[in-house]
């Protein structure tokens, strides 16, 4: 896709967050309906080639369990670098990590509250001294496109554990920063900021919910949600929030980003599902980033054995 010229692009992916936004903002929403405008110059100005490699330090110690890893090709540094959905830098994925190289990142605390008998402001530092381990996670956007990723993190449950959840909390709570200097409004974004997602407790405490601090061994770009986000492999990527400053334990069921912004379109659970359509398109495929053939999406994007029995009872007919 990052080597895609304008040309090529076609409608069918023009997917469904853009539409969503186009309805929002008359600017980019002139341009890409005026079809005779789509020259490649203003494509040029909405899609600007993407910024020199970015480079973090190093990981130390990062454990690599057998289990927790698909086996399957994995995506490029470059490619996951450089086609992001990260609202408050940019709409377009292709300008994400040139609106958010000068993120500042440092210093950084996440308070962890809510329904817990300990509640705690973590530094960062303290948070990347947890032991660290390499989770390779298949991907799928809602859009319909997938990756697979080397991830650095550590499961969720451990920073929970450390703040002691109370019996009553049965939702985690999820908050990104916002801050209006370094990013655009939420008027440009489309989208109410701050960012905010949730996950009800047993989904946040699964093994396979991590919260990662690095990808490819090295700490995680800023485009990809510095300095720590969330990574749920077997729900739709908008569910996996990015620089994260607070979590909350909470009784209800927490306002989710997407869910506020078309309740139609997204739901709370969003698990990947094959079998349920987007109102607006498909789920069945999946435009797997650098190969040529779409790849079936597979439910739970392929960790049923893991999660299934999470929703025993549940009718998932209308999970979107
Ligand atoms: N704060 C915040 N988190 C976010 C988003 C966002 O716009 N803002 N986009 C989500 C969506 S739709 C996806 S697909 C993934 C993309 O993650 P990636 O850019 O690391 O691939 O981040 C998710 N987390
Ligand atoms: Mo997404």
């Not at 949730?198 to 061994?217: C, F, K, S, W």
């Amino acid at each position: 896709m990052i080597s895609k010229k304008p040309s090529d692009i076609k409608s069918s992916e023009i997917t469904d967050e853009q539409i969503f936004l186009n309805r929002r903002n008359f600017i980019r929403a002139g341009v890409l309906a005026g079809t005779t405008l789509a020259t490649a110059g203003v494509y040029r100005f909405i899609n600007p080639p993407p910024p020199k490699a970015v480079v973090t330090a190093e990981i130390q110690g990062i454990t690599k369990p057998t289990d927790f890893r698909t086996e399957e090709k994995l995506n490029t540094f470059e490619e996951i670098t450089n086609y992001n959905n990260f609202y408050e830098f940019s709409t377009s994925k292709t300008s994400v990590a040139r609106r958010a190289e000068n993120f500042i990142t440092r210093p950084w605390t996440i308070e962890v509250g809510g329904l817990v008998q300990k509640p705690k402001t973590f530094d960062i530092e303290e948070i990347l001294k947890f032991s660290q381990e390499e989770r390779i996670y298949r991907f799928r956007c809602v859009e319909g496109w997938s990756m697979v990723i080397p991830w650095v993190g550590f499961p969720l449950k451990t920073l929970l554990e450390k703040v002691e959840p109370l019996g009553k909390a049965k939702y985690v709570a999820f908050q990104t920063l916002y801050d209006s200097e370094q990013m655009q409004s939420s008027f440009s974004a489309g989208i109410d900021l701050p960012y905010v997602e949730g996950l009800r407790l047993d989904e946040a405490v699964h093994p396979l919910t991590i919260l990662a601090t690095g990808l490819y061994g090295k700490q995680i770009p800023n485009q990809n949600g510095a300095p720590l986000r969330l990574v749920v492999p077997w729900k739709y990527g908008f569910k996996s929030i990015k620089s994260i400053v607070k979590i909350t334990l909470t009784d209800n069921e927490p306002p989710t980003t997407w869910n506020i912004a078309a309740p139609r379109e997204y739901g709370f659970y969003s698990n990947v599902n094959p079998n349920v359509r987007h109102p607006r398109w498909s789920q069945a495929t999946e435009n797997s980033i650098g190969e040529y053939t779409r790849r079936e999406t597979l439910p739970f994007n392929g960790y049923p054995d893991e999660v299934a029995k999470l929703y025993e009872g549940m009718d998932l007919k209308k999970d979107f």
